[in-house]
């Protein structure tokens, strides 16, 4: 089948690769000429492991191309794509949907024959129903069905989301649709991946939905974490010992310094909106957007905490600055809080993260962030060691060397990548999330 693809973000790249290399014949388009041409170029716009390798492959046999044209890719496409981005709304946290209504408008004036337009934007319920309108309005001649197909890939781990997902929703109003979001996930039916069909507006809550119970997932688990440490209790044993009720599940259960990115932030605080203005307040996810942001803002304070109580004049070393490993997104890291707070009590912060760097340099709060071509640079005469972002290459540091580096051992191990019985034997004080501490500031 031929597709579009409007939008060469996270979502609109990752899924027009994969559905070339599913065998339908895919093109990208963005109105970004900078990001056509370095993708024309083999160049990828995002770092995501094994991205380059599938669009090279797919680019090479004809079946991926990318172009600024939306008039020509959607002329002849059986599907289009609109994956453009729906960023919080400046000033009232809505979904910004300007984008996903001005590609409508585009489609309109270029599609010819029977086409089923599908959103993979996170768009709030009731926006299929709008870019209906705008194409019909547009051209009431033409046949098109406007389906929803939201997206529930993660970042980092992407290729293997979109082509092994627990389940893909389709949202259709018509079988003769239908037919055709079959045919496009066909490998998937195969594989007998769950295909969950809805009506429209249904699989546009279904995305929500479940961005916002994972997101609390999170608070939950974190607050669970404030608690075992007022008390004495161990988070790791808590979140197991819960999460092997196979109705409550082991996965998102990991403590930390409050979810971040591009999603959680701002899908919560979107559904947390349409729910207000449908009359049907979300009051549990209104308290896990509130105790997350408060979460990310007391994060440095556990730094200061470990620091004898003031960081002024000291130097933090920063591991990891990305809302997460195997991403360089910095939307919404936690991080972006902790460099805040910890510049303006007095520190001075080395920072090092595998993927990051040069996106975090963008944001205003790293200004005066000094940058370290590696860990054991970041940490050379820190005063302490904040593991902000669980990258791999963090969780096997050389303990030792670290101790010789540092000149006083402390580290505030924000991820629990680290034991407290391993630190303490190493002779580190150490603080981690809903566990004992070890040393001083025991
Ligand atoms: C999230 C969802 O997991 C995807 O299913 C969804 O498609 C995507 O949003 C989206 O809407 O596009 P993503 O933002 O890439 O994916 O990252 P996650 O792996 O979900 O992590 C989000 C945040 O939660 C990170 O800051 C992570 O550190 C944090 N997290 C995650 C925890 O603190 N604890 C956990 O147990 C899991």
Redesign the pocket.
Known sequence: MKIAMIGTG??GLVSGACFADFGHEVVCVDKDASKIDRLLRGEMPIYEPGLDVLVAGNVAVGRLSFTTDLTEACADADAVFIAVGTPSRRGDGHADLSYVYAAAEEVARSVGAYTVVVTKS?VPVGTGDEVERIVREARPELEIDVTSN?????????IE?FKRPDRVVIGVQSERAREVMRLLYRPLFINETPILFTRRRTAELI?YA??AF??T??SF??EMADLCEKTGADVQDVARGIGLDRRIGS??????????????PK?TLALVRTAEQFGAPTRIVTAVMEVNDQRKLRMADRIIEACGGSVSGKAIALLGVT??PE?D?MRD??SIDIVGRLKEAGATVVAYDPAGMDEARKISAFDGVKWAASSYEAMQDADAIAIV??WNEFRALDLDRVKGLLKSPIVVDM?NVYTAKEMREAGFTYLSIGRETVGAAA
Not at 150 to 158: D, K, M, N, Q, Y
Not at 251 to 263: A, D, E, I, V, Y
Request: glycine letters at 10%; hydrophobic letters at 30%; a neutral charge.
């Open positions: 996270y979502v996170t939201p997206e529930f890939l993660r970042e980092g781990s992407a989301d995305k479940a961005n994972l997101a997932k999170i688990i974190n996965k998102f259960l990991h403590p930390g310094p409050g979810f971040g990115g591009s999603c959680f899908d809302f997460k991403t997104d890291s936690p972002t669980e991820r």
